[in-house]
């Protein structure tokens, strides 16, 4: 279980939570929804240490986030740019495998996400969709008890979308807390547990059943936004 405590952040004037309560399950896919620039990254970033925190605490199984092993316990990787350019994906997976001392087969992983043909390739050389193929075989190689998702289906066609539900499937089944922000309301409503949504600095658990949709229009969509262009 992983435990959010009254949060709080700023970006100097700009408050992006207030006083923000919630907790993580394990074996629960957790969905993280709110429009461009509310805060989701920003969150993502506070759980997993990448931001200082001055108010507020957060705690896997009682484990503070100011204890050293707590980073440990947490995988995240914004996006494709944290991946090396000059690196092999074989490299890549074989880094993440040695630090985080997984017992997860490298082989296994590569054959689950058909990306054995590559895998000799570096970085610079993939397509954007297969650089996001990699970052979630990153997380799925790391094994790490918490993993937490920016918006895993970016750039992904319709098929690999299948795989990371696959995967997603999986990870939950193997007890894994995880918390997946995304815009794809459609796929969480097919994946997640329970889904958040942020609003006005603070988290509002929906039910994730037929009304969700509705919900999303009525709290975020801004008619007024969308202008008339002809
Ligand atoms: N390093 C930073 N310094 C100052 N402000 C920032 C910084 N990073 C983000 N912001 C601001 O914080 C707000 C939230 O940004 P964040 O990236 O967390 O939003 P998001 O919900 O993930 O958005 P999106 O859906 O567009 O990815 C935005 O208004 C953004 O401009």
Request: hydrophobic content about 40%.
């Given at each position: 279980?992983?435990?959010?405590?009254?949060l709080?952040?700023?970006?100097?004037?700009?408050?992006?939570?207030?006083e923000?309560?919630?907790s993580?399950?394990?074996?629960?896919?957790?969905?993280l929804?709110?429009?461009?620039?509310?805060?989701?990254?920003?969150?993502?970033?506070?759980l997993?240490?990448?931001?200082?925190t001055k108010?507020g605490?957060f705690?896997i199984?009682?484990?503070?986030q100011?204890?050293?092993?707590?980073?440990?316990?947490?995988?995240?990787?914004?996006?494709?740019?944290?991946?090396?350019?000059?690196?092999?994906?074989l490299?890549?997976?074989?880094?993440?495998?040695?630090?985080?001392?997984s017992?997860?087969?490298?082989?296994?992983?590569?054959?689950k996400?058909?990306?054995?043909?590559?895998?000799?390739?570096?970085?610079?050389?993939?397509?954007l969709?297969q650089?996001?193929?990699?970052?979630?075989?990153?997380?799925?190689?790391?094994?790490?008890?918490?993993?937490?998702?920016d918006?895993p289906?970016n750039?992904?066609?319709?098929?690999n979308?299948?795989?990371?539900n696959?995967?997603?499937?999986?990870l939950?089944?193997k007890?894994?807390?995880?918390?997946?922000?995304?815009?794809?309301?459609?796929?969480?409503?097919?994946?997640?547990?329970?889904?958040?949504?942020?609003?006005?600095?603070k988290?509002?658990?929906?039910?994730?059943?037929?009304s969700?949709?509705?919900?999303y229009?009525?709290?975020?969509?801004?008619?007024?936004?969308?202008?008339?262009?002809?």
């Amino acid at each position: 279980m992983m435990n959010v405590k009254r949060l709080s952040f700023s970006y100097k004037s700009q408050s992006i939570l207030d006083e923000v309560s919630f907790s993580l399950k394990k074996g629960e896919i957790t969905g993280l929804v709110a429009p461009n620039g509310t805060g989701k990254t920003t969150l993502l970033k506070l759980l997993a240490n990448l931001l200082p925190t001055k108010q507020g605490e957060f705690l896997i199984d009682g484990e503070n986030q100011r204890e050293m092993s707590y980073k440990k316990r947490i995988f995240f990787l914004e996006n494709v740019e944290g991946l090396m350019r000059e690196l092999s994906v074989l490299d890549h997976l074989k880094m993440i495998q040695s630090f985080w001392q997984s017992e997860v087969e490298l082989s296994w992983v590569l054959e689950k996400f058909s990306l054995e043909d590559i895998q000799n390739k570096p970085i610079r050389k993939l397509s954007l969709g297969q650089k996001q193929s990699v970052l979630l075989m990153l997380y799925v190689m790391s094994d790490a008890e918490v993993l937490l998702f920016d918006e895993p289906t970016n750039a992904l066609d319709p098929t690999n979308v299948l795989v990371m539900n696959e995967m997603m499937d999986y990870l939950r089944e193997k007890g894994k807390i995880i918390l997946y922000s995304s815009h794809n309301l459609e796929n969480l409503k097919l994946l997640a547990d329970r889904i958040f949504f942020l609003k006005n600095q603070k988290i509002i658990e929906m039910e994730n059943d037929a009304s969700i949709f509705n919900s999303y229009q009525t709290l975020f969509v801004q008619e007024e936004k969308v202008k008339k262009w002809t």
